[in-house]
């Protein structure tokens, strides 16, 4: 897919540990380190915002412990 393609290119070298696409919201959803999370959001969410303007998508971003937690439940 293209766009995912272009969302893993705009943050390498960060990778991306889940991804979902959801074409009737226009949003994916990415899972990445805890280690990398504040890069990908940025301050106040800037880079989240900026890369969902880039990728023409809204981008929700989550820290894979709290992916953990909740697909523990």
């Not at 960060?14 to 074409?23: A, C, D, L, Q, S």
């Not at 890069?39 to 981008?59: D, E, F, P, Q, S």
């Amino acid at each position: 897919n293209d766009l995912v393609e272009g969302l893993q290119n705009i943050l390498s070298p960060i990778e991306i540990r889940k991804i979902n696409v959801n074409e009737e919201d226009e949003s994916i959803s990415i899972v990445v380190d805890d280690d990398d999370f504040a890069a990908v959001i940025g301050k106040k969410g800037m880079n989240a915002r900026l890369i969902g303007k880039m990728i023409g998508y809204h981008l929700e971003v989550q820290r894979m412990t709290d992916y953990n937690r909740t697909m523990a439940i």
